[in-house]
């Protein structure tokens, strides 16, 4: 059984682990072969410098979640009471920093080029005894390099879903842009060769604010997460539903009033502090570890939760928005 710290990962969780392994080590190889090509071709073309240093920052995140992923594996100790689970939210946080501060130079770098009307020439080469324009080189490396990518990132989209993994949704979808970044490359390359001296740094620009996004998004995320904010799905798109579950089956209960839960993402797994309000006076501790066994039972991502009893709930879990209460009740 393998854990995470100490929640058991499902078994059939377990295969999807060890491909998402198996990916992210392949993505690590398929990265070291794509950069080595651009950077045998790069010349002085704005858009295959930057292309180039998208392929070396997309080193980060793989990297990122497969320290992460034997860092959550440590039990929690006295130093540690929550466990390791947040070193996927620190990664996360390194990979996103990285692309943020690149993107920020590169689009400084390109726009300041473009600005000063810089006109990169791209020469020739002897390939097989034939004079052949470094162009053509370069188109085909960026077509050859940006296919496996699409279909990493397709492969890596789902498990992200599947084990609630930040890092790994945020390197597929890295992934899965990468064609832009080889189109755009393309693009630029043919516009020099067309007499287009601006169509490189362009490429170049729109390179460099794809990174800078995707930068922006994944430190924006990482801090929420670090900071405790509301856990969210795997894409940051909308709030974990093991909330609203917790709550919907402890309001269920004769002997709960209202219920509320705080959801804090740590990585992984998720903590979730449960808030009721009894009916009477008196529960029992049996009343609550089983209420608490059968939380735990509604997803593997639950085995780490706090129930606790109180005469009125907080208000940041909705203790005076009767009108919620009464909503989830119905």
């Known amino acids: 059984m393998t854990r995470f710290g100490r929640t058991e990962l ?23 072969v794509t950069a080595s090509l651009v950077l045998a071709v790069l010349g002085n073309s704005q858009a295959m410098k930057a292309a180039w240093a998208e392929d070396v920052l997309s080193l980060a995140p793989p990297i990122a979640f497969l320290v992460a992923v034997r860092l959550v594996n440590r039990t929690p100790d006295r130093a540690f009471p929550y466990g390791f689970h947040r070193a996927s939210a620190v990664a996360h946080l390194v990979a996103g920093v990285a692309l943020l501060g690149v993107g920020a130079f590169l689009v400084v770098d390109s726009g300041s080029g473009l600005l000063a009307g810089e006109h990169p020439p791209i020469g020739t080469v002897v390939v097989l005894g034939q004079q052949v324009w470094l162009g053509w080189l370069m188109i085909a490396t960026m077509v050859v390099t940006s296919v496996p990518m699409v279909f990493l990132g397709r492969a890596k989209l789902a498990l992200g879903r599947q084990l609630h993994s930040k890092v790994l949704y945020a390197d597929a979808d890295m ?15 043919a516009g020099i060769g067309a007499g287009l001296w601006w169509a490189d740094a362009v490429a170049a620009l729109f390179i460099s604010v794809s990174i800078l996004h995707d930068g922006y998004r994944n430190v924006r995320g990482a801090v929420s997460d670090l900071m405790d904010a509301r856990a969210t799905t795997f894409d940051d798109e909308e709030p974990d539903p093991l909330g609203e579950a917790v709550e919907r089956y402890l309001d269920g209960l004769d002997w709960v009033e209202h ?16 808030f009721v309000v009894p009916t009477g006076d008196r529960v029992t501790t049996r009343q609550l570890e089983r209420a608490q066994q059968r939380c735990v039972d ?30 989830r009740n119905e």
Do not use: C, F, Y
């Not at 992934?175 to 390359?189: F, S």
């Not at 839960?261 to 502090?273: A, I, K, N, P, Y």
């Not at 129930?307 to 907080?314: A, C, G, K």
């Open 175 to 189: 992934n899965k842009a990468d064609w832009m970044t080889g189109l755009g490359t393309i693009l630029g390359v």
């Open 259 to 274: 219920a509320g839960t705080r959801v804090r993402d740590m990585g992984h797994v998720t903590h979730v502090e449960a």
């Open 298 to 327: 509604l997803d593997w991502r639950l085995q780490d939760l706090v129930l606790v009893v109180v005469p009125e709930l907080p208000e940041e879990v909705g203790g005076k928005d009767t009108e919620r209460v009464s909503e």
């Open 10 to 32: 499902p078994e059939d969780h377990e295969p999807l682990l060890r491909r998402a392994k198996r990916l992210e080590r392949l993505t690590l190889g398929v990265l070291v």
